[in-house]
């Protein structure tokens, strides 16, 4: 078990330096020649584009923070703090973004508020508006961080503040935001490196309007250098790696920092409390809420759909068709589409439960090997700063230079990219539940001559079957949204929903990404609902 963790986070590795290496070989890494080079180097980052498209990536990274921590720093507090009621039962719809892609996000707001949508709000895009949507839908990452700290604080201060005659805002402003440091900060940095990262939204809100960012800039290389494209693709995308690194680095520096000066939990942990609220502040976050959940949720996913039936884009609603559904079902290639969406996500889910249970066993059972429990630990967060195009195009070097070639452009080549991509996620969400069991429970098997396989399947999985079962549900959940990892290592044969959907950006085809949208969004809105009803919350 720890063989496997060890082999499958050293991929993570390898596929930085393959990056790294490209972008300084004047040579594609495939012909395995090698011409070490920085003119590549300096003459694309002295380019016009690649300066505007880094200064629109910087403003919506920036704005795409700052809407999302602050959005969901109210959010946070006015379910989990405040006596304001039925808001709560909102938090199912106000977690909706964190389960659909980007891109369908992008097509919705298109749809929507876009100069031809229902309720035309923009007569156009740029990376100002761009960012603030960014931010909107990326509101639930930052509630979930945000939430997990409220939970977990002692409330005693707070009480201690009302007491001596603070108000509930002044309470909150001055007791509890400062607590929440620490949380605050790893939402800052985890929205940072995902602005960065954002290539959905500005593909489709930003190229059609001649703005670029990073990976969209990337992503249009090909097709602008025909000949040997390869190291200009990887300066931009180790200019991105190497960012989202210091990001990292950044947000675990942090988080050590604060949490040591902000302790929340000691040896008088009381739990957690609601304050009441005046009427007028009730209202203020009860209309906050609806506001986030009708205008940046209902509206979009509504005109999603409606899209997706109506005949004519921009004509309003005149009449509905299912011509676009009927055509999808029609289509040989659509129906293929469907098919290895479904069946990458299942080998996915599958391929992943088992990696990252081996990764969890390694960081949390190996305390007699802690250089290869740090060693698997490090790895397995350092994809969390590999953006998914970049990783994409990585994991095409990668099975082109390794004994897997036989992988690549297969649905088990996909599941694989996807397992590594997703493991700073995957463990934690296994290492968690692991932490949990108690240590006894395999010293007494072990003494009564269990072997370790033995003592895996009768006594770890039936207690973490439950967490299991929902890990793997997430996991099928990103397998359907993912969209753009499988870009360079996606074929006919072998396209999803997700790819299939950026090949069709610019082709006109807007009912049928539409309609193909629309089936990843219920398809994820089901397993969704099921996760929920299993207890899963992301906090």
């Known amino acids: 078990m720890t063989l496997l963790a060890l082999i499958t986070a050293s991929i993570a590795l390898t596929l930085v330096g393959l990056i790294y290496v490209q972008a300084i070989n004047a040579r594609p890494l495939y012909t395995y020649e090698i011409e070490l080079t920085l003119n590549v180097v300096i003459e694309v980052i002295n380019s016009s584009e690649f300066k505007k498209a880094l200064v629109n990536t910087v403003i919506v990274a920036i704005l795409q923070t700052f809407v999302g921590v602050l959005i969901g720093l109210i ?12 808001i709560a039962r909102l938090e199912p719809l106000i977690l909706i973004p964190m389960f659909i892609a980007p891109i369908i996000w992008g097509f919705a707001w298109n749809y929507s508020y876009g100069p031809s949508g229902f309720i035309p709000l923009f007569r156009e895009f740029n990376p100002l508006i761009a960012g603030i949507i960014c931010g909107l839908i990326h509101v639930p990452h930052a509630y979930a961080l945000i939430a997990s700290g409220l939970l977990s604080m002692d409330y005693t201060l707070e009480e ?3 007491i001596h005659g603070a108000g509930p805002l002044r ?43 990073l990976t969209t800039y990337l992503y249009s290389i090909p097709s602008t250098y025909l000949m040997n494209p390869y190291p200009r693709m990887a300066v931009v995308a180790g200019t991105l790696i190497t960012i989202t690194i210091s990001f990292v680095i950044l947000q675990r520096y942090l988080i050590l920092k604060e949490t040591k000066r ?6 008088r942990y009381r739990g957690y409390f609601k304050m009441r609220m005046p009427t007028l502040i009730k209202a203020m976050f009860t209309a906050i809420t609806l506001l986030y959940v009708v205008g940046v949720v209902i509206i979009p996913l509504a005109s999603l759909i409606l899209r997706s039936v109506q005949p004519l ?15 999808i079902i029609e289509s ?46 490090l790895l397995s967060s350092m994809p969390r700063a590999l953006p998914g195009l970049v990783a994409g195009l990585a994991f095409l070097w990668f099975y082109l230079l390794t004994p897997l070639r036989s992988l690549m452009y297969t649905h088990l080549g996909l599941a694989l990219a996807y397992v590594i991509v997703w493991s700073a996620l995957g463990v934690r969400l296994v290492t968690g539940s692991l932490l949990q069991i108690s240590q006894e429970l395999e010293n007494v098997a072990r003494i009564h001559g269990a072997s370790l396989t033995r003592t895996i399947i009768y006594i770890y999985i039936p207690l973490l079957k439950k967490s299991i ?25 072998t396209q999803v929903i997700g790819s299939n959907i950026v090949l069709l950006i610019g082709s006109g085809e807007l009912g049928v990404i539409a309609a193909l949208s629309t089936i990843t969004v219920v398809a994820s809105l089901i397993l969704t609902v099921i ?9």
């Open 75 to 86: 959010l946070a507090i006015s379910i989990h703090r405040t006596d304001t009621p039925f």
């Open 262 to 267: 902000f302790v929340t939990i000691g040896e």
């Open 313 to 327: 884009y921009g004509a309003g609603i005149r009449e509905f068709t299912v011509n676009y559904y009927l055509t």
């Open 171 to 213: 309470t909150i402003a001055r007791v509890t935001i400062p607590m929440l440091r620490p949380s605050i900060v790893l939402a800052a940095t985890l929205l940072l490196i995902l602005g960065f990262e954002q290539f959905g939204v500005p593909l489709v809100l930003l190229s059609p309007w001649g703005y670029d960012v």
């Open 160 to 162: 201690v503040a009302r």
């Open 469 to 493: 079962l929902i890990s793997w549900l997430y996991l099928f959940i990103l397998g359907i949204r993912e969209y753009s990892i499988p870009v360079y290592i996606a074929t006919r044969n």
């Open 332 to 377: 040989e290639s659509y129906r293929i589409t469907l098919i290895n969406t479904f069946v990458v996500a299942l080998l996915a889910a599958t391929l992943g439960s088992l990696i990252y249970f081996s990764y969890a066993w390694t960081i949390v059972k190996s305390s007699s090997r802690r250089a290869v429990s740090v060693y698997v630990d």
């Open 531 to 539: 996760i929920f009803k299993l207890g899963w919350k992301p906090y």
